[in-house]
């Protein structure tokens, strides 16, 4: 089968189609004729040298794909070849083939398109967990997000305001806030021309945010810091700006505050298998359409 193989640390140039041999799936797994592939941040700081694989992963960028079930483990029960699915993998997205563990594997909703499905679970499943599963927001709570615009970003915003929180969006272009004001998003600023800080003590009269969602890491830590309440939490979930520098760790004591890291493809399949039920659980309260027809897809397989 065809890859797309990373030759040397680069920009889109170092990448080339080359073949190796189709992958046989292990016990729990599935293997998926990919039809359509998803194009992550990660998949470019992987081909430039900055996000490397784990031990014992290949180095074929792709984390989520979507496709037609071409063969099924001895112990996966509720699928079967031919099956339209969208799943989630640590590697190997741009392929023909890609080996899906069956826990993160979706059946795909009647009327999406393999397109559709192959770029949603990677940003969604991101966002339940840095959200809701480490950040714990909860209705009538508050949350500042960075980078609102990007895919991770426009899920946690549609997931925050489907549970009734309040949501602060920040991004660097008039469209994009004005796309997160369609949205629902409750307040937007761009970030290059205002002081988020500043801003969202303004117009939370003070107060501050339970949850501040940042993907840039030390360049706004202590300001993100600044806005947090007592007993807030920031979930970093990058370190675009860096992943080192100066922290003054006092304010954590005075305000009791929770800093928490987290990246996706550093998780085992056994914990990752139980996010998508905490999705369900926790985004779809609001009765979202798209949450509704992923619950009403994999029910009858769980």
Same mark, same amino acid.
């Given at each position: ?11 889109? +140039? ?28 990660? +998949? ?6 900055? *996000? ?30 031919? +099956? ?9 997205? *741009? ?35 840095? %959200? ?6 909860? @209705?009538?709570?508050? /949350? ?5 615009? #990007? ?15 309040? %949501?602060? &969006? ?12 369609? /949205? ?6 761009? *970030? @290059?021309?205002?002081? =988020? ?16 969602? +940042? ?6 830590? /202590?300001?993100?810091?600044? %806005?947090?309440?007592? &007993? ?11 992943? #080192? ?6 304010? /954590? =004591? ?28 926790? &985004? ?19």
């Amino acid at each position: 089968m065809k890859v797309v193989s990373i030759r040397r640390p680069g920009g889109p +140039d170092v990448l080339s189609l080359i073949d190796i041999p189709k992958p046989k799936p292990g016990p729990e797994d599935l293997l998926v004729r990919v039809r359509a592939a998803g194009i992550n941040r990660a +998949d470019c700081l992987q081909r430039e040298g900055r *996000y490397p694989m784990p031990p014992g992963v290949g180095n074929v960028p792709g984390l989520e794909v979507a496709g037609e079930v071409e063969a099924v483990g001895g112990k996966v029960k509720g699928f079967r070849k031919g +099956d339209k699915v969208f799943g989630l993998i640590a590697e190997g997205g *741009y392929a023909e083939y890609a080996i899906v563990d069956h826990g993160l594997a979706v059946p795909l909703p009647k009327g999406w398109s393999f397109t559709a499905g192959a770029a949603v679970i990677e940003v969604f499943l991101t966002a339940q967990e840095t %959200v809701f599963g480490l950040g714990e927001l909860k @209705k009538g709570q508050s /949350m500042l997000l960075h980078a609102a615009g #990007s895919g991770v970003g426009t899920a946690a915003l549609q997931m925050a305001k489907h549970v009734g929180a309040t %949501v602060y &969006a920040l991004a660097g272009s008039q469209q994009k806030l004005d796309r997160l004001r369609a /949205m629902g998003a409750d307040f937007v600023w761009n *970030y @290059k021309i205002y002081d =988020f800080v500043e801003e969202v003590l303004r117009a939370s009269k003070g107060e501050g945010v339970d949850l501040v969602e +940042d993907f840039t890491g030390v360049p706004n830590l /202590m300001r993100n810091i600044a %806005v947090l309440k007592v &007993a807030g939490r920031l979930v970093l979930v990058g370190t675009r700006g860096g992943p #080192s520098g100066d922290f003054d760790i006092a304010p /954590m =004591f005075r305000k009791r505050l929770q800093v928490i890291g987290f990246t996706m493809r550093a998780q085992s399949a056994v914990h990752l298998r139980a996010v998508p039920h905490h999705m369900d659980a926790a &985004a779809c309260q609001g009765r979202d359409q798209a949450c509704g027809a992923r619950s009403a897809a994999r029910g009858p397989r769980r």
